[in-house]
């Protein structure tokens, strides 16, 4: 589905299977917007996330977890909380596959991002000026895996600047992790700050060149100036 339109931020978003095999896999994004007395809501979470496998037990388990978190999401005051119950879920119903995941709550009045990940890569942020920021983050261990700790890390998003989630099926598995964020952050640099859809388009060519072996999800988030 689209994500939603909320007044002040502009979202584009894509999802593509794996291209060796071509089938429904278990990543997953979601936009949900914060339950608030006040008409649209203010405040968003951005969520990217990732079963473990490529088969239909991976697209169950897939459904099952984004249903649990897009309520945990409306329910939870705090995103580390919405991991916590993802942890506590796998441990009792659903423990045979990792899980990872970053959410980013975004409050588009003040542009305060509050981001986790438990085994995610780190979101990125394309400012206005141009400039590309790899997320300051403490990677937590995949939801499944042993670790109960949960950081959270903060930024900033201001007028004209960007928000850029993905899954790891993004990154060239060729080349170093911090080359591969370093291409993204050159790709990004060049792309119109004011077009999350031309962004998003720019990523999905750049993981087309080195054909993933893995689903591959981007979710921008563009806050208008």
């Known amino acids: 589905a689209a994500p939603p339109e909320i007044p ?3 979202f584009a978003a894509t999802y593509h299977p794996a291209l060796e095999t071509a089938e429904v896999g278990g990543d997953w994004y979601d936009v ?10 203010q ?27 897009r309520a945990a999401c409306c329910r939870c005051e705090r995103v580390e909380a919405i991991v916590n119950e993802l942890r506590e879920f796998h441990t009792t119903f659903d423990n045979e596959r990792l899980v990872t995941i970053a959410i980013a709550r975004v ?5 305060e991002v509050v981001v986790v990940s438990a085994g995610h890569p780190p ?12 997320a300051d983050l403490s990677v937590d261990p995949p939801v499944g895996a042993p670790g109960e700790s949960v950081a959270v890390g903060t930024l900033h998003l201001e007028p004209g600047a960007t ?16 080359d591969a964020y370093r291409t993204i952050a050159t ?17 999905e ?15 921008a988030a563009h806050r208008c100036p």
């Open 187 to 203: 790709i990004l640099s060049g792309v119109d700050p004011a077009s999350p859809t031309e962004l998003v388009s720019s990523l």
């Open 32 to 41: 949900v917007p914060r339950p608030s007395a006040d008409a649209p809501s």
């Open 8 to 10: 002040g931020v502009r």
């Open 43 to 69: 405040v968003v979470d951005v969520i990217v996330g990732d079963v473990e496998g490529h088969d239909g037990h991976a697209a169950a388990s897939m459904a099952r977890y984004s249903t649990l978190v």
């Open 205 to 219: 060519d750049y993981a087309r060149g080195h054909q993933p072996s893995d689903d591959v999800v981007v979710v």
């Open 107 to 111: 409050d588009v009045a003040t542009g």
């Open 163 to 178: 928000l850029v989630m993905f899954s790891d099926g993004l990154l060239d598995p060729r080349a170093d992790p911090d």
């Open 123 to 134: 979101p990125v942020i394309r400012r206005a000026t141009g400039e590309v920021q790899v």
